[in-house]
């Protein structure tokens, strides 16, 4: 199957090959060293492999000077190779005390992601004279003074990141039956460091998330009951984002050019294919890190009664509150239109730099 981008191209150079898969293996011990003491544990390794091989090695080229517009070229970009590795150790006890069961763990995950992301197309040289690692995204944009204008839109100066992430949680929680009604009180921590190819130190701390829920047999029976939930839960981070906002994207957004093989960049100040900014930058170094930033977090209201009406059969009514009170994110240093002034060759928004932060 080829990426839908593909169908839009006369011919076949938008197609490429994949080669891509994953091994897992699992280390697990279940023990019941009394009769109230339970231990499990296990080691886990996932590793995951992706590569991409474009049929054609040529820029992938818009025309939009003719309606439709015409693409050729090859697909653009495309994952050369990303490999990730993931080992997890992990350790949970109960303890049964009375009518109380208590359970109690940590796990630990030690992560290696790198990519390679490329995009077809032979290098170049940028209007800043630096080389690209990468080939190119172009648009043809029709222009009354000049005829055309060739716009590179995507293009990186760099292709290969490593990554590391360290993820440690742990968590407590007690089961605790009264009769007809069952209390279920806990609280779990976590934290994660990531690195990238510029920030190797970024931390995500001080994350604590209480768990309360109750259960109570309403007719006594066993068969009705009524329940209520609360909870935080917090979304731990992919090391994508070690590898785009810790580590340098950076990349061109815009890079007008007078003729098709990118060899006469048009000068800044000069009109040309409805702007006069021809030289656009992103994500040259690393994101701003904001000192407050946290980890996303959503928080679960759920209330609910249920009913066993015959064997195998129950009726119920939930409802069910998320909220996300607040995501981790990356923003832009400026607005959209600030970039199109002339004031946008200065150092506040030559370039799209972004701030990672909890907009």
């Given amino acids: 199957p080829q990426r839908g981008s593909a169908l839009l191209n006369k011919d076949t150079s938008d197609f490429s090959s994949l080669t891509y898969g994953r091994h897992n293996q699992t280390v697990r011990y279940d023990g019941v060293l009394s009769s109230n003491f339970l231990v499990e544990g296990f080691w886990a390794r996932a590793l995951n492999d992706i590569n991409e091989v474009p049929s054609v090695n040529t820029w992938r080229v818009t025309d939009r000077?003719?309606?439709?517009?015409?693409?050729?070229g090859g697909i653009g970009f495309y994952e050369a190779g990303n490999h990730s590795l993931n080992n997890q150790f992990a350790v949970k006890m109960t303890n049964v005390i009375n009518n109380h069961q208590v359970k109690y763990g940590v796990q630990f995950d030690d992560v290696t992601y790198s990519n390679i992301n490329q995009r077809t197309g032979p290098t170049f040289t940028a209007p800043d004279g630096r080389v690209t690692a990468t080939g190119a995204t172009i648009?043809?944009?029709?222009?009354?003074?000049?005829?055309?204008?060739?716009?590179?839109?995507?293009?990186?100066?760099?292709?290969?990141?490593?990554?590391?992430?360290?993820?440690?949680t742990f968590f407590a929680q007690d089961s605790w039956r009264l009769d007809r009604l069952t209390?279920?009180?806990?609280?779990?921590?976590?934290?994660e460091k990531m690195a990238g190819s510029i920030i190797t130190d970024f931390q995500l701390k001080n994350n604590w998330a209480p768990r309360l829920g109750a259960t109570y047999d309403l007719t006594g029976d066993g068969k009705t009951k009524a329940f209520g939930n609360f909870g935080i839960f917090y979304s731990r981070i992919p090391n994508d984002l070690a590898a785009r906002a810790l580590s340098a994207d950076d990349g061109t957004s815009r890079a007008d050019y007078f003729d098709a093989n990118l060899t006469r960049p048009i000068p800044n100040g000069t009109l040309a294919g409805g702007v006069t900014n021809h030289y656009q930058t992103a994500g040259v170094g690393a994101d701003v890190i904001d000192p407050n930033a946290?980890?996303?977090?959503?928080?679960e209201f759920v209330v609910g009664v249920e009913r066993e009406v015959m064997a195998n059969t129950t009726v119920g009514v939930r409802y069910i509150n998320k909220r996300i009170p607040r995501v981790l994110e990356d923003v832009a240093n400026c607005p959209m239109v600030a970039y199109e002034f002339s004031s946008a060759t200065s150092a506040v928004c030559g370039s799209v730099e972004y701030i990672l932060t909890n907009p």
């Avoid at 029709?142 to 293009?155: I, Q, S």
């Avoid at 209390?183 to 934290?191: A, H, L, S, T, W």
């Fill in 65 to 72: 000077t003719v309606t439709p517009n015409a693409i050729s």
């Fill in 139 to 168: 648009d043809i944009i029709a222009d009354p003074t000049f005829g055309k204008v060739y716009r590179v839109t995507r293009a990186n100066f760099n292709s290969a990141r490593t990554t590391t992430q360290k993820y440690v």
């Fill in 183 to 191: 209390i279920n009180p806990g609280i779990r921590y976590e934290q």
């Fill in 294 to 299: 946290k980890l996303s977090y959503v928080r």
